[in-house]
């Protein structure tokens, strides 16, 4: 049909030219200059519901915090396009790889087939291939913020750290707003940190625990401008390979209205924020008195085996401007399945654990084989997983295709207003968790986001049956 031809429409994202440019492209920022505005990386949009996208994975120098590295990038971009779309839109996406090693594709979140050129993290795009994605959104899939990646077992850590990540928002949030903040300012703060040896993002030997440059949408501590009393939507994403993030923001609090692109039933409000690896959070926060405050990260330990990460700046708030009433924001929001009136068709136990060394991840005391199965469940049925952390440190289960709510942390019951893709799992803790096996039959992974501990083998496979 004519209405469908595809169309991208290319947006800029604030401030002009998006972070982490080929070096020719853009003049450093960072250390030694001065301090860059915030600004967004480019968007891809789609148009009469279909999108259509070419991703050239290649090694290009890009800037980043004043020096020119060599990473890994989309399109030249060490911080690549932003996909935004509709429910119910159709995307098509060529993968270029110009790499001298396999890549491919994961759509960190979405509800849709595991199976063929959809979801499929089993593909293997080899050096000089071009490969063609094509993934149909359900009308019902949840506005949020998601985001892609490399999931090439067992690259994906140095891929992803150097540079292969994006974000990705399907729209619709603002519908369950009040009609007053259905407009506001909504900024996209996705989160990576770098490396540098030997002018490159290193590919090899990644100390997670090592000193590390936090980045929001590539920059180092950017301005990040708000009125006085101003509310913003912010999506704030942790789309890095292996560290968390215990996210702050002085003199506000953050009102989250999704976690992990699922809408919540009740607002809720926090100080602090804990991000591990592939977390999202959608939120409303209020521009302070006129002024300066910091959004930070503040230290945070994943335990005796783990990593210790200190206190650092994120961006800078500028809180500037004639002072708008403050809104008042909702307490309700979206509509909520609650798990927790399904019926129990099974339960499982599924452990994670690792050597002594930290050399080899175990889930079940089983290393990944990718060809399998670990468990399979049925379609249209609700199981219930006792998730247990046997490890000196904490890891973050991830299972793809279907969300899930977590019932309990160790043992307690757990408040859910929303269902989730990632949790943290306590150390020698464990985490209780609902999931409905709804519309998609296949084999999908699930496993611990930090990369390393993916690559490692702490990952396993569910295959969903009728």
């Known amino acids: 049909m004519a209405g469908l031809v595809a169309v991208a429409v290319v947006i800029s994202g604030c401030g002009g030219v998006p972070a982490g440019r080929p070096a020719a492209e853009e003049s450093p920022t960072g250390t030694g200059a001065a301090q860059p505005s915030f600004r967004e990386p480019r968007q891809l949009v789609s148009a009469n519901k279909v999108l259509k996208v070419r991703l050239v994975v290649e090694m290009r120098t890009v800037e980043l915090a004043g020096q020119r590295l ?6 030249g971009d060490y911080m690549p396009p932003t996909i935004r779309l509709s429910p119910g839109d159709r995307l098509d996406l060529a993968l270029v790889n110009k790499l001298p090693e396999k890549t491919n594709l994961h759509t960190h979140g979405w509800h849709v087939s595991p199976q063929g050129n959809s979801d499929n993290i089993y593909l293997h795009i080899h050096p000089g291939e071009t490969y063609r994605y094509s993934y149909r959104l359900p ?3 949840a506005p949020g913020t998601y985001w892609y990646h490399s999931h090439a077992h067992p690259i994906s850590e140095p891929q992803v750290f150097a540079g292969l990540s994006g974000a990705i928002v399907i729209d619709g949030l603002e519908k369950y707003l009040p009609a007053g903040l259905r407009h506001v300012t909504q900024r996209l703060l996705a989160l990576k940190d770098f490396q540098a040896r030997n002018g490159a993002i290193p590919t090899a030997g990644i100390d997670s625990n090592a000193p590390t440059t936090r980045t929001v949408n590539g920059l180092v501590d950017p301005a990040i401008a708000i009125r006085p009393g101003e509310t913003q939507l912010w999506r704030l994403a942790n ?3 292996d560290i968390a993030y215990k996210v702050q923001l002085q003199g506000t609090r953050f009102n989250v209205i999704a976690q992990d692109a699922n809408p919540v039933s009740t607002v809720w409000s926090a100080d602090t924020l804990v991000m591990p690896p592939g977390s999202r959070f959608d939120v409303l926060v209020q521009g302070p008195p006129a002024g300066r405050s910091l959004l930070r990260t503040l230290p945070y330990t994943t335990g005796p085996a783990g990593d210790d990460y200190p206190e650092t700046t994120l961006a ?3 809180s500037t401007g004639r002072p708008m009433p403050q809104a008042t924001l909702p307490t309700t929001f979206a509509p909520f399945d609650d798990l927790r009136a399904d019926r129990v068709d099974r339960r499982r136990t599924i452990t994670f654990s690792e050597n002594s060394a930290s ?10 084989a990718p060809d ?12 219930e997983w006792t998730v247990r952390n046997l490890a000196d440190e904490e890891h973050t289960f991830h299972i793809h295709v279907n969300d899930f709510q977590v019932m309990s942390v160790n043992g307690r019951t757990y408040n859910a207003r929303s269902w989730q893709d990632t949790v943290q799992l306590p150390v020698h803790g ?3 968790i609902r999931m409905r096996f709804r519309d998609f039959l296949g084999k999908y992974p699930f496993h611990c986001h930090i990369l390393n501990h993916e690559d490692k083998g702490m990952m396993a496979n569910i295959e969903v049956v009728p």
């Open 239 to 241: 789309i890095g390979a």
């Open 359 to 368: 050399t080899e991840f175990y889930i079940d005391n089983k290393l990944f």
């Open 430 to 432: 464990e985490v209780v």
């Open 139 to 141: 009308k019902d899939l």
């Open 70 to 75: 060599r990473a890994l990038t989309y399109n």
């Open 316 to 318: 800078t708030l500028l």
């Open 372 to 383: 399998r199965i670990d468990v399979r469940a049925r379609l249209n049925t609700t199981e």
